[in-house]
């Protein structure tokens, strides 16, 4: 069956209120760990990780860290307009660009509040920096299909706008966190490795890990590694039609260095352990890459992208992981880039063949999401086995939740 087909009907469960994690526990690693290999499932906590994870392969995550993408003004008439920024226009090359503006930058947002605030007109919010102020400033530029297009500037103009956001804006917890943000979240809610700028909510499966844990890896010579992919809010977007067909995959950056490639390549007959959905979203975004570069060795970098269907539609021979990897680095070598930095709309669902990953660490998933798909893409209709043990075995639901290591059938 052609994902298209699938109806999110048959990738639900009951999810009731307070099995919903509203705050992370005191310790990171504490967090319970159900293990699910070859139709056993087995508990512990993350804390033990490392027993799972074979001495010598390799465990990569997704370093992207987290904005205050939340920014709050209130007119002079005391109405309070909500600005999310989801992400930049085309017009800046990639995230990083574009959270290095200085002075004034573009932004595709969505607006809390629109109905308060007429085209043309300019938001101001100002915040005490040191011995100085900021000045924050908003323009309605115009609407696109669901969000809008907003001009921001600010002084002093030498901030950069990922300076701004630590000052101005706050920390976009998941809607299903039903409490307002506390001081405590702008560090629970981002990985302990995470650096580059550009998220709207954390990679979550890597909320669990600790120095601790990662001095345990280093002794069994696990090899740890980062890829980059910037979440959007597009994760939290609940599938709302009858089947796949209807629903489209929202595009996300993601960046890989040459170096990470070469990595993926030399372990590629041992276990690579990914955690967390993005991390698996993003490695295999670069097998289809490959495929694409293998295929289309002419193509511009600035159209080499990922789309939702590509798995599913591209004809043609198979390539094999190894090759595609290799083409992927002789593309980047010819374009004379020492990393990938594209988009990706990848939907994995049952019937996708994995390339890459061996195993996968994940948190708890919405019932008919896209993040459940890619869990029973992963390890079959045995998602189903493994939920209801943990629903009926009292551990904690999504963000902030507890989390599974699964091994691929």
Request: aromatic share 10%; net charge negative; charged share 20%.
């Amino acid at each position: 069956m052609h994902p298209k087909d699938l109806s999110v009907h048959d990738f639900t469960y009951e999810l009731p209120e307070q099995k919903i994690a509203r705050y992370p526990l005191p310790e990171r690693d504490s967090s319970r760990l159900l293990i699910y290999k070859e139709g056993a499932i087995q508990e512990d906590i993350y804390r033990n990780i490392p027993q799972y994870v074979a001495a010598g392969s390799l465990l990569l995550f997704n370093n992207t860290r987290v904005v205050a993408a939340r920014l709050l003004f209130q007119k002079p008439t005391g109405a309070v307009v909500e600005i999310f920024c989801l992400e930049p226009p085309p017009q800046y090359a990639d995230m990083t660009t574009a959270m290095t503006q200085k002075g004034q930058v573009t932004w595709i947002c969505l607006i809390g509040g629109a109905s308060k605030w007429k085209p043309g007109q300019i938001l101001e919010k100002r915040m005490a920096w040191n011995d100085d102020e900021i000045v924050l400033q908003a323009r309605y530029l115009g609407k696109e299909k669901d969000s809008f297009s907003i001009e921001l500037s600010w002084t002093p103009a030498s901030l950069t706008f990922a300076e701004v956001l630590q000052v101005a804006g706050n920390i976009p917890l998941p809607p299903y966190i039903k409490r307002t943000v506390e001081q405590t979240d702008s560090e629970r809610y981002q990985t302990i490795y995470a650096n580059a700028e550009g998220s709207v909510a954390a990679p979550t499966a890597g909320l669990h890990f600790t120095d601790a844990v990662f001095k345990a890896f280093d002794q069994k010579q696990v090899h740890l590694e980062y890829v980059t992919l910037h979440v959007g809010a597009g994760t939290f977007k609940p599938v709302k039609s009858e089947t796949m067909s209807g629903h489209p995959m929202h595009a996300e950056f993601i960046d890989v260095s040459i170096d990470t490639i070469n990595c993926l390549l030399n372990y590629l007959d041992k276990q690579i352990t990914v955690v967390g959905t993005t991390s698996l979203r993003t490695v295999e975004s670069l097998y289809w890459l490959g495929v694409k570069a293998t295929r289309q060795p002419d193509c511009p970098p600035e159209e080499l992208v990922v789309h939702q269907w590509d798995p599913y539609e591209l004809n043609g021979d198979p390539v094999p992981a190894k090759t595609a990897l290799e083409n992927l680095l002789n593309y980047l070598q010819q374009h004379q880039l020492d990393r990938i930095i594209t988009k990706t709309s990848l939907l994995i669902a049952p019937g996708y063949t994995f390339r890459i990953p061996n195993a996968l660490v994940t948190n708890f998933h919405q019932p008919q999401s896209t993040l459940l798909l890619l869990v029973a893409a992963f390890i079959g209709a045995d998602w189903r086995k493994l939920y209801t043990y943990a629903l009926e075995n009292d551990f904690r639901f999504l963000s902030y939740g507890d989390g599974c290591l699964l091994f691929r059938h």
